[in-house]
């Protein structure tokens, strides 16, 4: 059973970092596709960085130069490492995966940015 647990989400200043964790268990992220998506307060949740098999990268425009995507492989953790936080980052953070066979999608229980301004 696929299980992710986000973390390290809280209220902060904008101009300010913070770096999501997401723990995964019952699969590897390097065997799948993962990533991060967000849904702001009546609106639409939207990808914001992805991660593939390989290692390739893909980030929303509006999140280009100031979020980086990584993961830990030994300690298979996911990362969102935000910098130059703005109030219209604001929105809940949700862990996604999608498996490499079969094309399950899990997501995270997901973790609260506020963004102050």
């Known amino acids: 059973q696929v299980q992710l647990v986000e973390s390290g989400g809280g209220l902060v200043q904008a101009g300010g970092s913070l770096r999501l964790s997401c723990a995964a268990s019952?699969?590897?992220?390097?065997?799948?596709?993962v990533g991060w998506y967000r849904q702001a307060p009546g609106k639409q949740r939207e990808l914001v960085a992805s991660i593939t098999t390989s290692g390739g990268t893909n980030y929303a425009d509006s999140v280009k130069g100031r979020f980086t995507i990584s993961r830990d492989n030994a300690k298979n953790t996911l990362y969102l490492q935000m910098n130059s936080l703005k109030p219209e980052d604001t929105a809940v953070y949700y862990c996604n995966l999608v498996t490499t066979f079969g094309g399950y999608t899990y997501w995270g229980q997901g973790t609260q940015v506020p963004v102050s301004s």
């Open positions: 019952g699969t590897s992220f390097t065997m799948n596709r």
